[in-house]
């Protein structure tokens, strides 16, 4: 498995992916948009098939700051280490562009998430009521781009 960046041709598998694993409704231009807006936040782990199996879509917030608007990986390469290796490539890429933290945002129910977020260095700040389009709340959790430091 490797971490690239993504091209607007993998927009349709990224986007098999979000209907697989996110509740939120998401259109596929949202993915043309982040890749217009910053294409270097934009990665995609490739299986050895030459597939996408998971996605970090990341947005600058401000010279100090990025965001992780859009991040999942298939269900059938969860617990494999995809995820964290996504978010390592995107955390370098962070303190390559000059920002020093990650910011995001994650449904209150999901504690799966929540706990994966937290082993990566992810730490709660503030909670978010009605974030979501369907009501639901957030917790927004901020790290360092240098990890777990």
Do not use: H
């Not at 960046?5 to 231009?29: A, K, T």
């Not at 994966?116 to 992810?122: E, H, L, S, T, V």
């Not at 979501?132 to 901020?142: I, K, S």
Request: hydrophobic letters at 45%; one cysteine or more; charged letters at 20%.
């Amino acid at each position: 498995m490797f971490v690239r960046q993504m091209l607007f041709s993998d927009v349709d598998r990224v986007y098999e992916i979000v209907c697989r694993s996110l509740e939120e409704g998401y259109l596929r231009e949202v993915f043309l948009y982040f890749i217009g807006g910053w294409p270097s936040g934009q990665l995609v782990a490739v299986n050895e098939f030459g597939q996408v199996v998971g996605f970090l879509s990341g947005a600058r917030l401000d010279q100090d700051k990025a965001s992780v608007p859009l991040f999942a990986v298939d269900p059938a390469y969860r617990k494999k280490g995809v995820g964290t290796r996504l978010m390592e490539e995107f955390s370098l890429q962070v303190l390559m562009d000059g920002m020093q933290y990650i910011q995001l945002e994650v449904k209150d129910t999901n504690a799966g998430a929540i706990a994966f977020y937290k082993k990566a260095g992810f730490y709660p700040v503030a909670y978010l009521d009605g974030f979501y389009n369907g009501g639901g709340n957030a917790v927004r959790m901020v790290r360092s781009a240098q990890g777990n430091s």
